[in-house]
């Protein structure tokens, strides 16, 4: 059965490996992704992206969409920075922080003294044995304390070829604390669930199209959306035949999934 046998209303759409790859001198566009991106904006159709970019701030995610001709604004972009620091405030938390420096100051207004949680991101080189021994030390001494990750990611793209991303390190202070890590992005149902509502659509009308056949298509596709898996990006072979996650349709990039929604309207 195809993905378009039943209404589509709405998409969510990763970024990275969808909308574009990493360049030496900046974001390269997936050939076709802008025209294909903008051409559901000029159809009406209602369009997020949600990114589990926590290297940059959101700021500087929605200058390098602009910068590449999206038509978009920053009320359609989810990436996991801004949502942590409201979790955490709402939550009462003080945060110890591995994260990247380009997002430090996401968190300037929240107190870190005395912390009572960890709260990781993709640190980059920031990610040492000095921080995550002290993680470590945070979650196994204080028994209320908890593990919070931006996005539980394996691995991404760039092009010096594939790196590392905060899911491994997740992995490893779990592993060595025995606490579970609460997950701020994707695959989690909030995350997904705040691009929803923004929209006023259920799960069932609308499509996820990502590069990670775990956390973006597995994630969508376990709240109900359909899930696309795009050659592009970090897409791997071994993706065709994933023992556990089985996309609504693999598709060649963004250009050909949304060529297949226009053609269905017709």
């Known amino acids: 059965m195809s993905w378009t046998s039943r209404p589509v209303h709405g998409f ?8 574009y790859d990493s360049g030496e001198n900046g974001p390269v566009p997936i050939p076709g992704s802008i025209d294909a991106f903008n051409k559901l904006k000029s159809l009406k159709v209602p369009v997020r992206l949600v990114s589990n970019e926590s290297s940059i701030g959101k700021p500087a995610v929605v200058q390098k969409c602009l910068s590449l001709g999206l038509n978009v604004d920053s009320a359609e972009i989810f990436t ?5 620091a409201a979790f955490v405030k709402e939550s009462g938390l003080r945060p110890l922080l591995i994260v990247h ?9 929240i107190d870190q003294k005395d912390p009572n949680c960890v709260l990781i991101g993709d640190a980059c080189e920031n990610f040492d044995y000095r921080s995550l021994n002290s993680a470590f030390k945070l979650l196994i001494n204080d ?4 593990l919070l990750s931006m996005g539980q990611g ?3 793209k760039n092009t010096d070829g594939y790196n590392l991303d905060v899911g491994p390190f997740m992995k490893a202070l779990e592993y060595s604390s025995g606490k579970k890590a609460e997950v701020i992005g994707k695959p989690s149902p909030l995350f997904f669930s705040g691009a929803l509502k923004s929209m006023n659509l259920s799960p069932e009308s609308v499509v996820m199209i990502g590069d990670d056949i775990n956390n973006d298509v597995g994630g969508a596709q376990s709240i109900g959306m359909r ?5 592009t990006g970090k897409y791997l072979p071994a993706d065709e035949n994933h023992p556990e996650v089985k996309p609504d349709a693999f598709v060649d990039n963004l250009a050909a ?10």
């Open 154 to 156: 394996k691995f991404y």
């Open 80 to 84: 996991p920075p801004p949502a942590a």
């Open 101 to 109: 420096r380009n997002v430090v100051k996401e968190f300037d207004d």
């Open 12 to 19: 969510l759409l990763d970024i990275h490996g969808v909308i």
């Open 257 to 266: 999934a949304v060529e297949a929604f226009v053609s269905s309207r017709k």
């Open 227 to 231: 899930g696309l898996m795009v050659r």
């Open 143 to 146: 028994p209320k304390s908890r």
